[in-house]
């Protein structure tokens, strides 16, 4: 059965988890202010991108977040891998701690079957 088509796996989730209102200027384009508790989705792989930037500031600022417990990490893009054999993307995915496989979620002819590793 093809499973319902979407773009959420390409997309890091995080939480303001500082106990008050605070801005964190290395989210989105020009930084985002959140409330306690507030969750918001930001393009691609947070970590990746910010570690990926000539200028190391708004890396080691998330990094003093994430140390610091002001910020969390709810979610991050899976890992997508090329199976040479079927020649199809997979993502990897972790079901009751069995690391394994599903299809990209937005290949609609795809299935969300989890596949053990």
């Not at 989730?13 to 918001?40: C, D, K, T, W």
Request: charged share 20%; glycine share 8%.
């Amino acid at each position: 059965m093809a499973q319902d088509q979407n773009t959420d796996q390409l997309y890091s989730r995080v939480r303001n988890a500082s106990g008050q209102a605070r801005a964190f200027g290395y989210l989105g384009v020009r930084g985002m202010r959140l409330a306690n508790n507030e969750v918001v989705t930001v393009r691609g792989d947070l970590s990746t991108k910010l570690g990926n930037k000539l200028s190391a500031r708004q890396f080691q600022a998330l990094e003093r977040d994430l140390l610091a417990g002001d910020l969390v990490i709810e979610a991050l893009p899976a890992p997508i891998l090329w199976d040479s054999v079927d020649e199809e993307p997979m993502v990897l995915a972790l079901q009751n701690d069995v690391l394994g496989t599903v299809d990209p979620a937005w290949d609609a002819s795809g299935s969300s079957l989890f596949e053990a590793g």
